[in-house]
């Protein structure tokens, strides 16, 4: 119970902070569960050949899970999802209060970071201050406030409920802006990609900014339930389990799970990836679930019907696997209403 309370009360400051963390919070924060990534189980993560947990991540088969696309800097969703019950999917409390008692599961589908559309704006006043090397930095501070606000709500989870709470990677997760080892640099309005890297430079330097890219490059690529498989971004072909275990060492596997675009995926590549992890499924009635481009309702399906992303910029949407039934997107992705109340005071 009090750490349940403690966690709300952590929550609740994250969302009323209206300036970035500190510099000496930001490396405290996320050195700390960059220990809990690295120490992660073998059955929950598999180990590459180094011997650090690899790029997958086996869910709890009997546990309901709640998975939650593309955050951007929302904030508000996350609080939104876990003040939320399901209760045609097994979760009859607030999704947090079932987390405490180890009766349901949380999955980050990779991009907590980095204002979509919402925020147009700020990232234009946001690169006038970033031509101005930062010596004013209003507008910028409001988007670090909110995106190291979500990696910090996430690193709270994880280290409280180290194996039902887990984050993949997404092709957002590059603080250094790399071209390189899968990674991409990144601006889609601006220079969103450089702009954020100048300022962890000028503001996080050191410890800060090296625990921020461990973070990043901690996280596993791909999720295996029962009855499906969750990554950012449809598997551009099929992967082997090996493959994504080792992961550090192939930037074609990180690429190729975070970074897919609509139509360049191989043709089959997704049956390819059910049938091969889930071994005890039938591939017809499995699921691959991702976000990464936005779709316009609450879904769209690929790959015949067997890839469902699940990813509006402007609305919570979470997508909630069934466990003793097969997965159907018109009963089993839903639409959440701005909810905070576990975290009113």
């Not at 992660?40 to 998975?67: K, T, Y």
């Not at 709270?156 to 957002?172: C, D, F, S």
């Not at 690429?255 to 139509?263: Q, R, V």
């Not at 402007?314 to 997508?319: C, S, W």
């Amino acid at each position: 119970m009090g750490n349940r309370e403690e966690l709300i009360h952590a929550l609740r400051y994250l969302s009323e902070r209206n300036k970035p963390p500190s510099a000496q919070e930001t490396a405290a924060m996320f050195e700390a569960v960059c220990r809990v990534l690295d120490a992660e189980e073998a059955h929950l993560r598999p180990p590459d050949s180094s011997g650090l947990p690899g790029g997958v991540v086996n869910l709890r088969p009997e546990l309901p899970l709640v998975a939650l696309p593309d955050i951007h800097g929302r904030l508000e969703f996350i609080l939104a999802a876990l003040s939320a019950s399901y209760p045609d999917h097994g979760v009859q409390e607030p999704l947090l209060y079932a987390l405490d008692s180890g009766r349901a599961q949380l999955l980050f589908v990779g991009d907590f970071v980095h204002a979509e559309s919402r925020a147009r704006e700020r990232w234009m006043r946001a690169f006038e201050e970033f031509s101005g090397g930062f010596k004013k930095h209003a507008a910028m501070d409001q988007e670090m406030n909110e995106s190291l606000g979500v990696l910090q709500a996430f690193a709270l989870l994880k280290q409280a409920y180290p194996e039902i709470v887990h984050g993949l990677k997404g092709n957002h997760e590059n603080i250094s802006n790399e071209e390189g080892e899968g990674n991409h640099s990144f601006g889609k309005f601006v220079l969103e990609g450089a702009m954020v890297l100048e300022y962890m430079e000028r503001f996080y330097s050191g410890a800060p900014f090296e625990a921020v890219y461990r973070l990043e490059k901690s996280l596993p690529l791909l999720a295996v339930g029962s009855s499906y498989l969750v990554s950012h971004a449809e598997p551009a072909r099929f992967f082997e389990r090996d493959e994504v275990i080792e992961y550090r060492s192939s930037p074609e596997v990180v690429e190729g799970l975070t970074w897919t675009d609509n139509d360049q995926a191989e043709t089959g590549a997704v049956y390819a990836m059910l049938k091969h992890y889930l071994r005890y499924s039938e591939p017809d009635e499995a699921v691959y679930l991702g976000g990464h481009r936005p779709v316009e309702g609450l879904y769209a399906v690929r790959a015949e019907g067997r890839y469902v992303q699940f990813h509006h910029p402007a609305r919570y949407v979470v997508a909630l696997p069934p466990v003793n039934r097969l997965f159907d997107p018109k009963r089993d992705v839903l639409e959440l209403q701005v909810n905070r109340t576990l975290f009113d005071g």
